[in-house]
């Protein structure tokens, strides 16, 4: 049996002995010791140390339905006394996989009808690499398998993510051979407030967009296959393109034959105030990757979308050679349906779109007005970033041994509330049930950080 009454020493003691952890530094994080959570309800989490934590960040940007739904638990419940697992290799298939294709069709962009599971983020856009691929083989171009995305997108942690990703830090943790797969080119991102220069916002994002076309000439439009983008970079920052941007790319990628990729890992089910983010920028994707909400994070889980132009080649190409042991895992696919009705039968999008994205933007947009140390405010629906700066005027964000956004974390983990640090931005991204009341807590706590690092800073 799980022992669920160590004290925090124990559970850190043994962290520190035996789990190694994603993203972090292991003798660092073995000398301040886990914090170690260990039961969550509603929008707040719990330590073993008694602390009742405002989660903002919904996990990682995946609990939209906060925690505790016994919606979620019962279907999981249910499935696995039923049919705890059978793969859809072999001419098989289970009704909870087949019942969630069908749903999903319904609330994914119009041309989207046909799914391709796994279990993350990750796994799904290394089948959409490989789905790209086999496309334009199926096509009879086999050479348009070079793939573009975008410097600082995340877009996962395997050996093809990572390398269809533009993360700097992760492409520089490899040996002799470096960590990245050939076949990979990047452009810069359409990150207007700390790039933009001197041009308009309008200017900028022309300008971004049209690296994509400068990009596929350099290459030679017969060489590439795709375009990937999240429609906001997430871990990269909270990046809201400026309005012009995604239309441009979507027209570059239309004139060059070039399939668009959109990466919807957080900006789908309801994240930004419509279903996907491909509806707030007014995208039509050819495929789309989907996880985290896909099931709020209760159970790994995530998805494919394909169009019907892009399946109609797929059908005619022979066996997919891809696949996975857990594809459409019985209990996850399950608790995807349950997931995705709660956020209907609760009009969760309708929400943020109408209520809590707009008071928790106008809470953040008073901060970029009035705080010292808030040069702007950024998000859609509920995720947002608080761009912390040294000079409102110029945009210069602090640099060298002043890293401002870790103190203010500091201040966040002692004041319970979670806030992730992105290179000088606070990112917010809380469950998408989270009440106007809890997001004024929100506000009020994030105001008291900000205030307790400008006085450490000497600017308050
Ligand atoms: C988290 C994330 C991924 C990777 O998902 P995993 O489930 O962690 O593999 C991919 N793309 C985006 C945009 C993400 O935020």
Known sequence: MLNYNRTTEQWQEFDRDHHVHPFSDPDALGKKG??????????YIFD???HKILDGMAGLWCVNVGYGRQELIDAADRQIKELPYYNSFFQTAHPPQIELSRLLSEVTPEAINHFFFAGSGSEANDTNVRLVRHYWNI?????????????NAYHGST???TSLGGMGYMHNMGGKDGSLLPGFEHINQPFWYLEGGDMTEEEFGLTRAQELEEKILELGADNVGAFFGEPIQ???????PPDNYWPEIQRICKKYDILLIVDEVICGFGRTGNWFGCDTFGITPDMITMAKGISSGYIPLSATGISDDVF???????DINHGYTYSGHPVATAVGIANI?????HKLVEKVREETGPHLMAGLTDLE???PLVGQARGRGLMAAIQLVKDKETHEIYSGDTDAAFICREHCFNNNLIMRATDQSMILSPPLTISISEIDELLEKAKFCLDATAKDLGVL
């Open 34 to 43: 886990a914090r170690i959570i260990t039961k969550a309800e509603g929008s």
């Open 312 to 318: 109609e080649v797929l059908n005619s190409g022979g």
């Open 341 to 345: 009705n709660y956020i209907k039968d």
């Open 48 to 50: 073993s140390e008694g």
């Open 139 to 151: 096509k009879g171009k086999p050479e348009k398998s070079t793939i573009i995305s975008r410097k």
């Open 369 to 371: 007005e009035n705080h």
């Open 159 to 161: 050996l093809a993510a």
């Open 234 to 240: 997430g871990a990269g920052g909270v990046i809201v």
